[in-house]
Nanobody, 118 residues
Framework: QVQLVESGGGLVQPGGSLRLSCAVS????????MGWYRQAPGKLRELVAS???????NYADFIKGRFTISRDGAKNTVYLQMNSLKPEDTAVYYC????????????WGQGTQVTVSS
C-alpha cells in the first residue's frame, strides 16, 4: 500500500504565498520523480512542476519563477512553495509520484484546494 498525504492548501489574497507538502508512505522501493499538477474548474489537469530523484526540475511556463519545487528524500516528501499568487492560480493541486512499490506506477494524492481571492 502506498499513501500520499497532501497539506498546505487554503485561501490566500493575491500576491500572497502558500507552501504545499506531500508525504509519501508505504511499501516503497524506489522513487523516480515527484511533482505537482493542478486542475481548475472546467479545465484539464496540467503539470505545475516536477523534480527527479537527482534533483532535476521542470516547471510549467506559466510559473515564471513564482513557484519552487523541492524534496526531502529522507522523508519522501515533496514541497511546492508558491509566491506571488494570482487569482488564476486557483485550482485543486494534486501531488504525483512515479515510484516502484510492487511494480512501477504513478500515484496521486487526494488533492488540496488553493483559492486566491481578495
Amino acid at each position: 500500500q502506498v499513501q500520499l498525504v497532501e497539506s498546505g492548501g487554503g485561501l490566500v489574497q493575491p500576491g500572497g504565498s502558500l507552501r504545499l507538502s506531500c508525504a509519501v508512505s508505504g511499501s516503497i522501493f524506489s522513487i523516480y520523480s515527484m511533482g505537482w499538477y493542478r486542475q481548475a474548474p472546467g479545465k484539464l489537469r496540467e503539470l505545475v512542476a516536477s523534480i527527479t530523484t537527482g534533483g532535476n526540475t521542470n516547471y510549467a511556463d506559466f510559473i515564471k519563477g513564482r513557484f519552487t519545487i523541492s524534496r526531502d528524500g529522507a522523508k519522501n516528501t515533496v514541497y511546492l512553495q508558491m509566491n506571488s499568487l494570482k487569482p488564476e492560480d486557483t485550482a485543486v493541486y494534486y501531488c504525483n509520484v512515479d515510484l516502484y512499490s510492487h511494480h512501477r506506477a504513478d500515484y496521486w494524492g487526494q488533492g488540496t484546494q488553493v483559492t486566491v481571492s481578495s
